[in-house]
């Protein structure tokens, strides 16, 4: 038996436990499947039959022996087996499979993917579990008192905590850490990831249980797998102050229609605290970084948005391209509906510029009637009928063809009646209605967005002067 049969009848034996499926698992290509090839409707039995096809040729192969094929070589990188590493790295590359002189290195190689996949991959150096108690309102620790391991694999972890002992079970898979302890009738499932640094002092997780209180509400919470006891500061800048997020809507009618939620005023005491949390940061350990002063900043930015969100307030905006692709999208999403827009034709529309993001406007402006039933009117600003050229007749023809109603209209014959010359609105008569609008009278040059319904009634009055004013453009023959 040449050395590639060999290494085969290795990985069958020892990695496959001589399993003719799992030997078939890692060394199929499902990128070769064709429906088209197999006389079979369902595409499921079609790729039962590609597996039964493949793992009839392995068996031959392991039986009869084989060479290290070109369709092998082809395969190669699309096995399973490729992917399969230790610590990271492949526990073989296709030259393992093409050289002659290597069967020791191959079978040190696989007895390291064994120990390594059997291996409890955090050290028993960890004896701590933090967590945040949600009766008691305090940080506690589970001590494991002992690293169980069975001939088998599993592992257990005896614990103890306010002198009571408890059994957990200990789960590695795909490098992630699973840690279930058995409390009463309850169960507690915590999840960390193994980042294999044994140099680390604690790795912090997330844990998914019920309310000890009402075990009808479900709850996650951060902890802390630790190698010594930690200061009660320390945890909390690792908890988050420790954060519960407790699931209480689910107790609530499931019928969708009658369930409404505020999220933003759910959840706008917890970016309040984020935002506390990081400004004492930036007055402790990071004065001197302006990388994270900054940073501290801005979020705090993002947790005033929010907060005016939840209480339904207009907020400003920068980026007007943004936020007018985001306008698109929106009623591209509800479809059959109407959307008027002002915009003043100068160099700053994104109707007349050409970057990624102005394109990529245009391209969903000029689709909204064709695509979703949108029907779009467009009121131009402009100063004169003399400034417009050929590229600017050229635009509004080529939405006209769109079937978008294109209106133009002298600003100096609209601009002291009005609050603004570019805003856009959609009028539902329902909570999805808004405006974004870049007020005249606003000493900042942003955008806002309203969804009162006094501004609202005050741009939708504005738009039907603009509307009486204006004159249709027509395509000229």
Not at 99 to 119: A, G, M, T, V
Not at 206 to 218: H, I, Q
Not at 454 to 471: A, G, H, P, Q, V
């Amino acid at each position: 038996m040449n050395t590639f049969s060999q290494k085969l009848r290795m990985i069958y034996v020892q990695i496959a436990n001589e399993d003719m499926n799992n030997f078939t698992k890692i060394l199929i290509d499902y990128s070769k499947y064709d429906k088209s090839k197999f006389n079979i409707n369902s595409d499921t039995d079609g790729k039962e039959q590609f597996f039964l096809n493949r793992k009839t040729v392995l068996r031959r192969w392991l039986n009869k022996g084989t060479t290290c094929t070109p369709d092998f070589q082809k395969s190669f990188l699309n096995y399973k087996l490729s992917k399969l590493h230790i610590k990271g790295n492949p526990l073989f590359r296709l030259l393992d499979f093409k050289r002659e002189d290597n069967l020791e290195y191959f079978d040190q190689q696989i007895e390291k993917y064994l120990k390594y996949q059997r291996r409890v991959q955090v050290t028993i150096d960890y004896k701590y579990i933090y967590s945040f108690s949600t009766l008691t309102q305090s940080i506690s620790y589970y001590k494991i008192i002992e690293w169980e391991k069975d001939s088998k694999g599993k592992t257990t972890l005896l614990l103890e905590k306010n002198n009571q002992h408890f059994r957990a079970e200990f789960q590695l898979l795909d490098n992630n850490l699973f840690i279930t302890i058995q409390k009463n009738d309850n169960q507690l499932y915590m999840l960390f990831h193994d980042n294999q640094d044994n140099s680390s002092t604690y790795i912090t997780g997330m844990s998914m249980g019920y309310l000890e209180s009402d075990n009808k509400v479900p709850m996650a919470k951060k902890v802390i797998f630790s190698k010594e006891v930690l200061k009660s500061k320390e945890l909390e800048s690792m908890l988050n102050e420790t954060e519960t997020l407790l699931a209480i809507e689910n107790r609530f009618s499931t019928n969708l229609k009658l369930f409404q939620v505020n999220h933003f005023v759910k959840y706008v005491n917890k970016l309040k605290n984020y935002s506390n949390f990081f400004q004492r940061l930036r007055k402790t350990h990071y004065r001197e970084f302006f990388y994270y002063r900054l940073a501290f900043n801005q979020f705090h930015a993002i947790k005033e948005l929010f907060k005016r969100v939840s209480k339904k307030e207009s907020y400003y905006i920068m980026d007007f391209q943004g936020a007018f692709l985001e306008l698109i999208k929106t009623v591209e999403t509800i479809g059959d509906t109407k959307l008027h827009v002002v915009m003043q034709l100068n160099k700053e529309s994104p109707f007349l510029k050409s970057s990624y993001k102005d394109l990529e406007i245009q391209s969903h402006f000029f689709n909204l009637y064709q695509k979703y039933k949108v029907t779009t009117t467009i009121i131009f600003v402009i100063d004169s009928y003399e400034e417009l050229n050929t590229r600017k007749k050229y635009l509004f023809s080529e939405m006209i063809e769109n079937n978008i109603e294109v209106r133009t209209i002298i600003k100096n014959t609209i601009i002291h009646d009005i609050n603004s010359l570019d805003f856009s609105f959609i009028h539902l008569h329902d909570k999805r209605d808004f405006v974004l609008a870049d007020p005249i009278r606003d000493s900042k040059n942003v955008y806002k967005i309203y969804t009162n319904e006094l501004t609202m009634d005050e741009y939708r009055t504005d738009y039907e002067r603009f509307i009486n004013k204006s004159k249709v453009y027509k395509n000229k023959d």
